[in-house]
């Protein structure tokens, strides 16, 4: 297994690229919600992001992958306890995943042989401080959604389950991808995520020829092709790292609260999490591009992407989102930036 | 039908897609095989064992331990020690999955999940009928296709040329594809309106392999033509030649304003002429080809959900059972001590192992839910002229609330409709209600009443909801004036008939169903039609939004 094909060599898809590296700033933007066709490079995008990340430091067989042995769990059977660097996470969840795999259980095997009580940890235990990854997460069960959901909000895994009483740490970025013809995923769901994209495969023809040669140069000469990479890859993950570091100092006037509001009222998104989602994404657009002020110009680069999926519509309603939200921005906002921005 | 000339050529080329296989696993991900059980399958089977002698099996039913490894509880049970058992994937050498069209999206995951990662190769055998084929998820990353359907025993008995894949090993590394034959790949399979960019990169893979196992110093355009029949030909959506007058695809969304504007510099040939060149590059019957194995490729349905056993939704734990533990059951701890409890003083006597707990293999209880199964609604509606005079926007409109009361439940929809000759499935049994509603507008009126075949088309969508552990309800709004028989003549007699003996076929079947009379006036025949089918009788006259969910309910629920 080699390295990961390199972020900043997927070609396109700006939309998906932009929303996986706000997560990266802001892990507490919330989820990303991928929709498209196949073979467009979702899982490519996650996998390059979290192997562009710096790696993080960690207790070597720790199950969470906390930093320091202090933070190791107690009902944890430590291995090694050296501190390693690693990289970052990439967990895939995979389609048929019971409840137990996922959120951890009884350990069975130490339960029936040693007749141990100790807890298995699950998928959740081994994406913290990464990334968890879900193909067709509209076919998944309801459940089971719902349950992700919850813990990536809180940050917490709350086992209570077989005599067992553990919380540890969860701190993922959930990226879910389906296709929307094959299900839909319900209001109250489709709502806890953070961002949406839609990709669709490339439609230029050059485009596509580019996709492919750049793959094929990877399939035939990674070490090559990774190196011709590595500048780029380089400089994003400094960009990335300085935008977390100014996150905090970006100031949020009072003009643009009043432009996420009125947005938000005026395209109907239930609820206030669309507000609240989309201030947090237009601050770490803002901290990317190393501006002090929060501005207009960061909330319509976001806009899309954070209320897209929010929208109150009726279920069987065919109009297309995007342009509902490109057109009540252009109501509001003006086709042309003001002096405003 | 194929000549002798075509389906000994087709024989050939399977051969050498289990050649590409073998020799390039990572590159084309694996070989989707689709052909009925018998002779031909069997001397197909008996190349596998030559070409891929350590080639594994597995079947759909598979358990997740077999597959990725995991803790051999009976082993470790009976010797006291964690035994572990290591998963075929781990063993690196290329699988063979059996009844794929079976497999379970569980199953499909793990193994896309292996394919994606450049795994040893997996190749698939098929033997779906009509429209049964294996989940996309996994067709999506098998990158050659090969159906045997047509072949006859005679066809093999041609001389074959043995593959030298030692040599062809040697060769494959030199040999590399040049800029213009990558871009002519890219350009056929966009043509050819095949949206993902696998294919084209799983028939660079596959160029390289045959150029390499035909004994070519550099890939040749043959060779070219050779992986596109191979990779593009069981995805391809339009025929090239009508490529120029091809809409967009329909659920493209606007061009992103902000994508980079690419320099026109890059290709001063227009794309016909390009398209020209390739034309004249590939042998001259590849398109022939290409439009036959369109027709006898499979087209998959349009739902992933729903694994293959009776029930495909958990519902409420109930009562544990004693069983083998495998990836489908959890054990249930807790009864499994409270099975073994009572025993321990026996067991701690006898045994020569010092140990906390003594369970046996017995004592093994595995949690157990309420199985629950998702609903599938068959909307069968009469499309006809008749119909269409009266009232076939409303029966539109009837269906557009009872989707409404689909998606409140979470149900699957699937759209019928007959008018004309014949009867056709506009819809796979899908939870897109959009998609439901959008091909339920763009439906014309007009024709005949072929009222057996709409019923006998959802009939058969009902058995393969079953078989996908589904329970189907057949909703069918009509007027009733069947006058188009099965065989498409115009005979009302025998349309009336043939309509009755569909209707008991449905009842035997014990799919239940509703009817809703769309006629102006409520035609008796209609009545007695659904007396047979067991079916509530709702003339949509008098139907409102009320009565019409309260029926659909009663009809799906009792």
Redesign the interface.
């Given at each position: 297994?080699t390295q990961p094909f390199p972020f900043s060599a997927i070609v396109?898809q700006?939309?998906m690229k932009q929303a996986v590296i706000l997560t990266a700033i802001d892990p507490g933007i919330g989820g990303v919600l991928v929709f498209g066709?196949?073979?467009?490079?979702k899982?490519t995008a996650v996998r390059a992001l979290a192997a562009l990340l710096p790696p993080i430091t960690q207790v070597a067989s720790c199950p969470i992958n906390a930093p320091t042995l202090d933070e190791c769990p107690d009902w944890a059977e430590l291995g090694s306890k050296k501190v390693v660097k690693r990289p970052t996470p990439v967990i895939?969840l995979?389609?048929?995943a019971?409840e137990?795999r996922v959120v951890g259980a009884?350990d069975?095997?130490r339960?029936?042989?040693?007749?141990?009580k100790a807890f298995e940890p699950g998928l959740l235990a081994r994406a913290n401080r990464g990334y968890l990854y879900i193909?067709?997460v509209n076919?998944l069960?309801d459940h089971i959604v719902d349950l992700l959901l919850d813990v990536a909000q809180s940050g917490e895994n709350v086992v209570e389950r077989?005599g067992l009483s553990i919380r540890h740490p969860a701190r993922f970025v959930l990226v879910g991808s389906g296709n929307?013809?094959?299900?839909?995923l319900r209001p109250q769901l489709l709502d806890r995520f953070g961002l949406s994209v839609?990709v669709?495969?490339?439609?230029?023809?050059?485009?596509?020829?580019e996709?492919?040669?750049r793959?094929?140069a990877y399939?035939?000469d990674p070490e090559g092709f990774l190196k011709r990479w590595r500048p780029r890859d380089g400089k994003l993950r400094r960009q990335i790292l300085k935008a977390r570091e100014a996150l905090a100092e970006v100031e949020t006037p009072d003009a643009v609260l009043r432009d996420c509001a009125e947005l938000c009222v005026a395209i109907g998104s239930d609820g206030l999490r669309g507000e609240l989602t989309l201030l947090r994404a237009a601050r770490a657009v803002a901290a990317f591009e190393g501006a002090a002020h929060l501005e207009r110009a960061h909330l319509r680069k976001v806009a899309p992407s954070a209320l897209r999926h929010r929208l109150r519509r009726d279920?069987?309603?065919?109009a297309?989102s995007?342009?509902r939200i490109a057109r009540a921005m252009a109501d509001l906002f003006g086709n042309f930036r003001t002096a405003a921005e | 039908m194929l000549d002798t000339a075509q389906t000994q050529a087709n024989w050939q080329r399977a051969r050498l897609a289990l050649g590409v296989l073998a020799l390039d696993p990572a590159g084309v991900g694996g070989l989707w095989l689709r052909a009925r059980s018998g002779p031909v399958r069997d001397r197909f089977m008996q190349e596998v064992r030559r070409i891929l002698p350590d080639a594994r099996r597995i079947h759909p039913n598979i358990e997740d331990e077999a597959l990725l490894g995991g803790l051999n509880l009976t082993a470790t049970l009976s010797t006291g020690r964690v035994v572990t058992s290591e998963g075929l994937l781990s063993a690196n050498a290329p699988l063979v999955l059996t009844m794929a069209e079976r497999c379970p999206p569980r199953l499909a995951a793990h193994l896309g999940a292996t394919l994606d990662q450049g795994g040893p190769g997996l190749l698939a055998l098929d033997e779906g009928v009509d429209e049964e084929a294996p989940p996309e998820a996994l067709t999506e990353r098998l990158g050659l296709f090969i159906s045997l359907d047509g072949l006859t025993q005679g066809d093999l008995l041609g001389p074959e040329d043995p593959l030298d894949l030692d040599t062809a090993r040697d060769r494959l590394p030199k040999l590399t594809c040049t800029a213009e034959q990558v871009d002519t790949l890219v350009i056929m399979a966009a043509k050819l309106g095949i949206d993902s960019l696998r294919a084209p990169l799983f028939a660079l893979s596959a160029a390289r392999s045959i150029a390499a196992l035909l004994g070519n110093n550099s890939v040749t355009s043959a060779d070219l033509g050779l992986a596109a029949e191979l990779t593009f030909a069981h995805r391809a959506v339009f025929q090239p030649e009508s490529a120029e007058e091809a809409p967009a695809p329909p659920d493209a969304p606007n061009p992103e304003p902000g994508s980079e504007a690419e320099s026109d510099t890059s290709h001063d040939l227009p794309d016909e002429i390009l398209l020209e060149a390739v034309k004249a590059s590939l042998p001259p019957d590849v398109l022939a080809q290409l439009a036959d194995a369109r027709r006898i490729r499979a087209r998959p349905t349009g739902t992933g959900a729903g694994a293959r056993h009776r029930g495909n939704r958990r519902g409420r734990p109930v009562q544990s059972r004693p069983g083998r533990p495998g990836s489908d059951a959890r054990v249930d701890l807790i009864a499994t001590l409270r099975a073994a409890a009572p025993w321990q003083t026996i067991r701690k006597q006898s045994a020569l192992i010092e140990r906390a707990v003594h369970i046996r293999k017995d004592d093994i209880r595995l949690r157990r839910y309420e199985t629950r199964s998702d609903r599938l609604l068959i909307f069968t509606v009469d499309a006809s002229g008749s119909a269409a005079m009266a009232r076939l926007a409303e029966a539109k409109g009837a269906i557009e609330i009872l989707l409404g009361e689909a998606y409140a439940r979470r149900d699957h929809v699937a759209l019928v409709a007959f008018r004309g000759e014949g009867a056709e499935l506009l819809l796979s049994p899908t939870r897109s209600l959009v998609q439901t509603k959008r091909r339920l507008q763009a439906l014309p009126g007009g024709g005949g009443t072929p009222l057996a075949a709409g019923l006998k088309l959802a009939l058969e969508t009902a058995h393969t909801a079953s078989a996908r552990g589904m329970t189907p309800t057949v909703v069918l709004l009509t007027d009733g004036r069947a006058n188009i028989a099965l065989d498409g003549t115009a005979n009302r007699g025998q349309a009336s008939s043939e309509a009755d003996e569909m209707a008991r076929l449905i009842d035997a079947a014990g799919v239940s169903a509703l009817v809703i009379d769309t006629a102006l006036r409520p035609q008796p025949a209609l009545n007695a039609l659904s007396q047979t089918l067991s079916a509530p009788y709702i003339a949509l006259p008098r139907a409102d939004a009320h009565r019409l969910s309260d029926a659909v309910r009663a009809a799906t629920d009792g």
């Open positions: 297994m396109g700006t939309e066709d196949r073979g467009t490079g899982s895939d995979p389609l048929g019971t137990d009884l069975i095997e339960a029936l042989t040693r007749g141990e193909d067709e076919l069960e077989e929307p013809e094959e299900g839909e839609e669709t495969s490339p439609k230029d023809i050059d485009e596509r020829m996709v492919v040669r793959r094929d399939e035939r279920p069987l309603d065919e297309g995007s342009q | -």
